[in-house]
């Protein structure tokens, strides 16, 4: 997350640097990932955008979509489709700015009732209650509409603009857990932009997405937002966007209900997010020093001081090398740490 100025700007200078990720993904531009100068499967990537989770009477399943010129953008629990054209090419930045801009002030004038039902709350349920859920929605005819339309998104731009999380540990918090109306999480990737122009994404593990994957495009995207022109020096005279149209929906009470049910089961109002301030990359290639086993290694020393004894720790893989792996376990508690664990427990380490 970098603060470049306001959040309509901010969520702005996000989506270019998002699209130009998606142009480059899928032109074949974007160097591959490397293990140790081997180069790992890439295929995963163009899951990022324009990809969603359907639910359907057959039950979930992954959507593929060719449009990339249309956002959806969640705000004030209103979800709404926002054309945007090819971004550079067809529209600006200051385009795009004038466009969130007047669909934030829109919905913040029109604000939902408490009690009136907004989907994303659904996106949250378990399974059983999702499968359900759709399944009603679908035997109504102006959810049809919205749900077919939703899913032609090159992603979703989440706008939680009552929220100001004072650090990057409580951005997190919040993207996750704070405001789960103003999500969809059927959406591949979402950016979640609050009202001081914090910002973080979420990815979805369903479409078939890996934390590799994950983090090296939310890295891209911060990196290319960070280092692109807050205007591309074009007229702001240029026509605006056309206005953005709000999806309506017709949902039950009592789905709502049991959604927010399933919820209250797994969320916890303890810290869950922590920064660790001094450590990151350049401390560990400082010293020479691998992050992941350097990790594993604290991890088990942690656990053996609470403990009072050596855990087993396993760690999950992604199989990236190939093309459609799912994930590997493998086990780091070997004897090799566990010594090493031992002789930096005892009087001698060095």
């Given at each position: 997350?970098?603060?470049?100025?306001?959040?309509?700007?901010?969520?702005?200078?996000?989506?270019?640097?998002?699209?130009?990720?998606?142009?480059?993904?899928?032109?074949?531009?974007?160097?591959?990932?490397?293990?140790?100068?081997?180069?790992?499967?890439?295929?995963?990537?163009p899951n990022i955008f324009s990809t969603s989770l359907i639910v359907e009477r057959a039950g979930p399943r992954i959507f593929k979509s060719a449009n990339f010129s249309q956002i959806t953008?969640?705000?004030?629990?209103?979800?709404?489709?926002?054309?945007?054209?090819?971004?550079?090419?067809?529209?600006?930045?200051?385009?795009?700015?004038?466009?969130?801009?007047?669909?934030?002030?829109?919905?913040?004038?029109?604000?939902?009732?408490?009690?009136?039902?907004?989907?994303?709350?659904?996106?949250?349920?378990?399974?059983?209650?999702?499968?359900?859920?759709f399944r009603q929605l679908q035997k109504i005819g102006i959810n049809v509409e919205s749900l077919s339309a939703i899913r032609h998104s090159l992603l979703t731009l989440c706008l939680d603009?009552?929220?100001?999380?004072?650090?990057?540990?409580?951005?997190?918090?919040?993207?996750?857990?704070?405001?789960?109306?103003?999500?969809?999480?059927?959406?591949?990737?979402?950016?979640?932009?609050?009202?001081?122009?914090?910002?973080?994404?979420?990815?979805?593990?369903?479409?078939?997405?890996?934390?590799?994957?994950?983090?090296?495009?939310?890295?891209?995207?911060?990196?290319?937002?960070?280092?692109?022109?807050?205007?591309?020096?074009?007229?702001?005279?240029?026509?605006?966007?056309?206005?953005?149209?709000?999806?309506?929906?017709q949902i039950s009470g009592d789905l709502i209900r049991r959604a927010r049910q399933d919820l209250q089961t797994v969320l916890d109002n303890q810290q869950a997010t922590f920064e660790i301030?001094?450590?990151?990359?350049?401390?560990?290639?400082?010293?020479?020093?691998?992050?992941?086993?350097?990790?594993?290694?604290?991890?088990?020393?942690?656990?053996?001081?609470?403990?009072?004894?050596?855990?087993?720790?396993?760690?999950?893989?992604?199989?990236?090398?190939?093309?459609?792996?799912?994930?590997?376990?493998?086990?780091?508690?070997?004897?090799?740490?566990?010594?090493?664990?031992?002789?930096?427990?005892?009087?001698?380490?060095?």
């Amino acid at each position: 997350s970098v603060l470049i100025g306001g959040h309509e700007l901010q969520s702005a200078t996000l989506l270019f640097a998002a699209r130009s990720l998606c142009d480059d993904v899928f032109s074949g531009r974007l160097p591959p990932d490397q293990r140790r100068g081997q180069v790992l499967e890439m295929g995963q990537y163009p899951n990022i955008f324009s990809t969603s989770l359907i639910v359907e009477r057959a039950g979930p399943r992954i959507f593929k979509s060719a449009n990339f010129s249309q956002i959806t953008v969640v705000v004030a629990r209103r979800f709404y489709l926002l054309k945007i054209g090819d971004l550079g090419p067809e529209t600006t930045i200051e385009q795009l700015e004038e466009a969130l801009t007047g669909l934030v002030q829109a919905a913040q004038h029109n604000r939902l009732q408490a009690d009136e039902p907004a989907p994303g709350i659904l996106t949250c349920a378990d399974h059983a209650t999702q499968c359900k859920a759709f399944r009603q929605l679908q035997k109504i005819g102006i959810n049809v509409e919205s749900l077919s339309a939703i899913r032609h998104s090159l992603l979703t731009l989440c706008l939680d603009l009552d929220s100001n999380p004072a650090s990057y540990a409580e951005a997190a918090y919040l993207a996750h857990s704070g405001n789960c109306a103003n999500r969809w999480h059927h959406s591949s990737l979402q950016l979640v932009v609050f009202g001081n122009a914090k910002a973080c994404a979420i990815c979805s593990f369903s479409a078939y997405l890996d934390g590799n994957t994950m983090m090296r495009a939310a890295a891209e995207i911060q990196k290319r937002a960070a280092a692109r022109p807050l205007s591309n020096g074009l007229s702001r005279n240029a026509a605006c966007l056309t206005p953005a149209v709000e999806l309506r929906w017709q949902i039950s009470g009592d789905l709502i209900r049991r959604a927010r049910q399933d919820l209250q089961t797994v969320l916890d109002n303890q810290q869950a997010t922590f920064e660790i301030e001094g450590l990151g990359q350049s401390f560990f290639a400082a010293h020479a020093v691998e992050p992941i086993p350097a990790f594993v290694v604290a991890l088990a020393m942690t656990t053996k001081q609470l403990t009072g004894r050596a855990v087993g720790i396993v760690q999950f893989l992604a199989a990236s090398k190939y093309r459609c792996l799912g994930l590997a376990v493998a086990s780091v508690s070997t004897p090799e740490v566990k010594r090493f664990v031992d002789y930096l427990d005892g009087d001698d380490a060095q």
